[in-house]
């Protein structure tokens, strides 16, 4: 696990920051603030001391499911965090223990950033750059004692799907297995002995040069275990993603690492419960969610929605949001009768995990580059199954036959009217 994580704090509940959101100093950030809610979040506001302290611990309860114990990181780490303008902060959701199955422990990452050039560089410059800061990173990460870090959705690039240009961004489009990103990631991965999740944009070289929203599997050899695909895609607002790819072909596939199964849910398909549903169907027991959502469209759905899934279906989640607002040269409009801009965003980070008994960490800043890590016992997903009984009492049989009868083209819905 690493020995540079001591060990938990004895944080006292009436007396410390449910979490605290340290400002930095400089900024990445290249874009105008175009934040309504110029704050650090949810974390921020509980800390504010305007709740006495019993209804802060049951804000607390309600929103989180309970105080999470958190990690002590070294203050090397936090210190490498602080003089590059980062947070790393960490977490334990644990199980209870059992007779006969040791704790099965593994330390999960999830990484929001923010692009570091502006988006007018060149190419290869802005996405070198990106390289630079999210491998230090994952370095942070490694040191900490991660043993599986996820990184956002299309961390290599601008987000500049709200453009509908085609040039200069799809130069940023690369093979799954074999373009600069994977090689990148491969050594990381090897260097450190950790898996680590690559969302990129792909172009499939091998078959016919289609591009794809893509997440890359690395195992902690530096292998390249395989590839999920974004399965539901956005038409909404600036979100114009259907202009450069479609929805995926592979399925719900589940990647089995040294340290656990691992499915991605990229973005969007987390509106979509039955996408969380067939990852874990197919036996993930961590399901990623690489993100790029914005304020004023879904800030308010974004707690809730992997915490739901963690508990519907038994399972660890990690909601990773990118982070910060960017600007591109040419205006574009966002199809509601507004002005033309050139700014999308505030992508508002907030990223954070959930645990299947429906407890979730305080999330990273909406504002701040951040590392969230969580000390995850994957005997809990079992747990929790025994308890609930989700899984035994979903009546597959009844949904398949039903969903089979809506998807087809004369499917009429039944409602049943007062003659």
């Known amino acids: 696990m690493g020995d540079r994580v001591l060990e938990e704090s004895k944080m006292g509940a009436s007396n410390a920051d449910f979490v605290r959101h340290e400002a930095v100093t400089g900024s990445n950030n290249l874009a105008q603030n175009t934040d309504p809610q110029p704050h650090e979040g949810l974390e921020a506001i509980l800390n504010g001391g305007h709740l006495p302290s019993a209804e802060l611990e049951e804000a607390i309860r309600l929103i989180y499911g309970k105080r999470l114990p958190q990690l002590s990181i070294d203050t090397s780490i936090t210190d490498l965090a602080k003089e590059n303008n980062f947070q790393i902060l960490g977490y334990q959701i644990k199980g209870q223990p059992e007779q006969l199955r040791r704790p099965r422990k593994v330390r999960i990452a999830g990484i929001q950033n923010k692009i570091v050039l502006p988006t007018t560089a060149p190419v290869a410059e802005q996405r070198d750059a990106i390289f630079r800061r999210v491998s230090q990173m994952i370095e942070a990460a490694a040191?900490?004692?991660?043993?599986?870090?996820?990184?956002?959705?299309?961390?290599?690039?601008?987000?500049?799907?709200?453009?509908?240009?085609?040039?200069?961004?799809?130069?940023?489009?690369?093979?799954?297995?074999?373009g600069p990103s994977t090689k990148l990631m491969k050594q990381l991965a090897a260097k450190h002995g950790v898996v680590i999740i690559s969302s990129i944009l792909e172009r499939d070289e091998e078959k016919d040069d289609v591009i794809w929203n893509t997440a890359v599997v690395i195992s902690h050899t530096g292998t390249v275990i395989g590839k999920s695909r974004k399965n539901h895609i956005p038409r909404v607002g600036d979100f114009n993603e259907s202009t450069y790819y479609m929805e995926s072909t592979l399925g719900h596939p589940v990647f089995e690492t040294a340290f656990g199964k691992i499915g991605i849910n990229i973005c969007y398909g987390r509106h979509h419960p039955q996408n969380w549903m067939m990852y874990a169907l197919n036996g993930a027991e961590i399901i990623f969610n690489p993100s790029a959502t914005v304020n004023g469209l879904s800030e308010a759905l974004w707690p809730i929605e992997a915490r739901n899934a963690a508990i519907a279906n038994h399972v660890f989640t990690v909601g990773i949001n990118r982070v910060g607002s960017e600007e591109f040269p040419n205006e574009f409009t966002s199809g509601d009768g507004k002005p033309a801009h050139k700014i999308f965003g505030h992508f508002y980070g907030s990223s954070y995990i959930a645990g299947p008994d429906g407890t979730r960490t305080p999330g990273l800043s909406r504002t701040q580059e951040g590392i969230i890590i969580c000390e995850a016992d994957l005997n809990l997903c079992r747990q929790t199954k025994d308890a609930w009984g989700f899984r035994m009492t979903q009546r597959l049989d009844l949904y398949a036959k039903e969903l089979t009868e809506a998807s087809q083209p004369d499917y009429r819905p039944k409602i049943i009217k007062e003659i």
């Open 143 to 178: 040191l900490a004692g991660a043993n599986i870090i996820g990184l956002q959705e299309a961390w290599t690039m601008p987000f500049a799907f709200c453009t509908r240009e085609r040039l200069p961004w799809t130069e940023f489009a690369e093979s799954a297995e074999n």
